[in-house]
């Protein structure tokens, strides 16, 4: 008698491990409420890692105190909780979307399935919750990405049609510069100036429609960020003044009209730091390295420690929605690693922002 006790208890035992065992290397995060307590009374590890909890305080919760005071839809966590708990009490298994919440306060979209667990004289739930985060942030670049494939077919639509424009304009400003006299003369010649620009851009949007690779060519930096320069000083307000300061002999080997995009970007969003006007600075240095250093820098807002963690991110901007991409630095950052360069940020909140591109020296490649 005592050696089939014996027995059964280490059946028992073994049991149990298989159980945890079970539990612990569950993919999804697993919980057990005593409903009649109000708490967790177990919890696996995938759980813990969810919720950012040591076991112990994770036992000593709830998923009200788990969760944001409302969910999505607006209905009130609280309630709402206690309605699947009370529904799964009752024999159902109710499975539904949940927005959790961590220990630090992000907010977690989840996957939650309640059933009701057997035991003698308790009303116990088991909840297994899975992260919906991952698939959250797929769905949504995968928005983006369609968005960026039906804005590709609409460009290169838009930049045939901007073609004929600019031809249009283009003999415009030459009827003009034959009939104008001589100081007018210099402003139809930057209207023909800025044809020329615009229609190489319009020519390198279909290009890079069409997957043609960038045309790599040794080029002066200094005419690059001069021409670029006053091209964009006639689009910044009156309270945003431009300095530029080149360094004779900074040559580069990268693709003109990407080299420009560069450029833009960067003062683009130097200009829109400064919404009350201030100062962007334009410099260039050749380094020991050998590279060139190009800098820009402005007297604007600057940026916190986030948002400088993840304005190279696809698709981040701090741009009030429908003014923004989120593209442009993501570009400007792959632009300049096809020209085997690299960037580097400085900038705090209140102080402005110095944006450094550094790119290998050709001054001496002939």
């Known amino acids: 008698m005592q050696a089939s006790a014996q027995h059964l208890e280490e059946a028992l035992t073994d049991c ?29 590890r995938q759980a813990t890692r969810l919720f950012e909890l040591p076991l112990d305080a994770l036992l000593g919760s709830n998923p009200v105190a788990l969760s944001p005071r409302t969910q999505p839809g607006g209905a009130d966590s609280r309630e709402l909780a206690w309605q699947r708990i009370e529904e799964a009490l009752a024999g159902g298994a109710p499975t539904f979307e949940w927005v959790h919440r961590t220990s630090a306060g992000a907010e977690l979209p989840c996957e939650v399935r309640l059933v009701r667990l057997p035991a003698s004289g308790r009303r116990l739930v088991r909840g297994s919750v899975i992260d919906l985060s991952r698939e959250r942030r797929l769905e949504q670049q995968l928005r983006q990405w369609q968005k960026l494939e039906l804005l590709g077919q609409l460009a290169g639509g838009i930049a045939h049609d ?65 021409e670029t320069a006053q091209l964009l000083s006639r689009l910044l307000p009156g309270g945003i003044e431009l300095l530029t300061r080149g360094e004779p002999g900074s040559f580069v080997r990268a693709d003109r009209h990407e080299l420009e995009q560069v450029l833009l970007n960067l003062l683009l969003n130097a200009r829109d730091a400064m919404p009350r006007g201030g100062k962007i600075t334009v410099s260039l240095r050749r380094m020991p390295a050998p590279v060139i250093r190009l800098r ?27 003014q923004g991409s989120g593209l442009g630095l993501s570009i400007v950052q792959a632009i ?27 001054g001496r490649a002939g």
Request: proline residues 5%.
């Open 16 to 44: 149990e491990a298989r159980y945890r065992t079970l539990v612990d290397h569950a993919p999804e995060a697993i919980v057990v409420l005593d409903a009649d307590a109000g708490q967790f009374v177990d919890a696996n």
């Open 162 to 226: 901007l073609n004929s424009i600019l031809m249009a304009i283009s003999a415009s400003a030459d009827v003009l510069a034959g009939d104008l006299p001589e100081p007018a003369r210099l402003e139809a010649a930057w209207i023909q100036s800025a044809v020329v620009r615009g229609t190489a851009l319009t020519q390198r949007l279909l290009g890079f429609l069409r997957g043609e690779e960038p045309c790599a060519v040794r080029l002066d930096l200094n005419a690059v960020v001069a």
């Open 336 to 362: 300049v690693r096809r020209a085997a360069g690299w960037i580097e940020v400085t900038s705090q909140p209140g102080q402005g922002t110095s944006v450094d591109v550094f790119l290998p020296d050709a």
């Open 296 to 322: 820009v820098q402005d007297s604007g807002q600057g940026m916190d420690d986030e948002t400088r963690k993840r304005m190279f991110e696809t698709f981040f901007t701090t741009k009030p929605e429908g």
